[in-house]
């Protein structure tokens, strides 16, 4: 999948939250992405752990 899906699908994904706890959800999103790009993961093969 191209960069701009995963841009969009994250667009959509922050819509979702309130004012207040959209930085926050923004801030996570972003270490996620960062970290599936330093382990060689594409976004749509790595999942959270519960």
């Known amino acids: 999948m191209t960069n701009s ?3 969009l699908a994250g667009l959509a994904y922050l ?3 309130s004012a207040v706890s959209r930085p ?12 599936c790009t330093d ?10 752990v519960v």
């Open 24 to 35: 926050h959800t923004r801030s996570e999103l972003r270490l996620c992405f960062y970290w």
């Open 15 to 17: 819509a979702r939250f």
């Open 5 to 7: 899906y995963w841009w």
């Open 39 to 48: 382990h060689l993961l594409t976004r749509d093969t790595a999942y959270r």
